[in-house]
């Protein structure tokens, strides 16, 4: 975790932040340690298992490239998982923070979710994983086949 304050300072963070964004990436690794979800998600006994899984497509004859942070087949259908760093805002109702999330992020979901049904048969469920609180947020609640 040292590395990780030199690390930011590359990405261009400013100094003066570096100290709170360490701390937070500290909470967010032991919050990960911690989660049943987060060990569901990363469980790497899942079937047909990848994380950042690249794969392409083509829009206006051109090669598009997407990266899927989380993908897995349990029990008979395919998650694809997009993983989230923003922290809900304290006054904002948690059915608001799932609305605006959903919402959000509802187009690249929706290409993820078409890029992974032509991987297998199963269908396809989509969610947003908020690695600050460690909510699962299911996208499509009826699979899509």
């Not at 967010?28 to 340690?33: A, G, L, S």
């Not at 395919?78 to 959903?102: A, F, H, N």
């Not at 690249?108 to 947020?137: H, K, N």
């Amino acid at each position: 975790m040292m590395g990780w304050k030199s690390q930011l300072l590359q990405l261009g963070v400013p100094a003066y932040y570096c100290p709170t964004a360490v701390k937070d990436m500290e909470r967010w690794v032991r919050d990960i340690f911690e989660s049943s979800t987060a060990s569901w998600i990363l469980d790497r006994n899942n079937e047909m298992s990848a994380c950042e899984l690249e794969l392409c497509s083509f829009k206006d004859g051109r090669v598009v490239k997407h990266i899927i942070d989380r993908t897995f087949v349990h029990d008979g259908c395919r998650w694809v998982i997009d993983y989230k760093l923003g922290e809900k805002p304290k006054s904002e109702p948690q059915d608001l923070y799932i609305d605006r999330m959903t919402a959000d992020h509802a187009e690249q979901l929706s290409r993820y979710a078409e890029l992974a049904s032509e991987m297998g048969d199963e269908p396809v469920r989509t969610a947003i994983f908020c690695i600050a609180t460690q909510d699962l947020i299911v996208t499509n609640n009826e699979a899509a086949a």
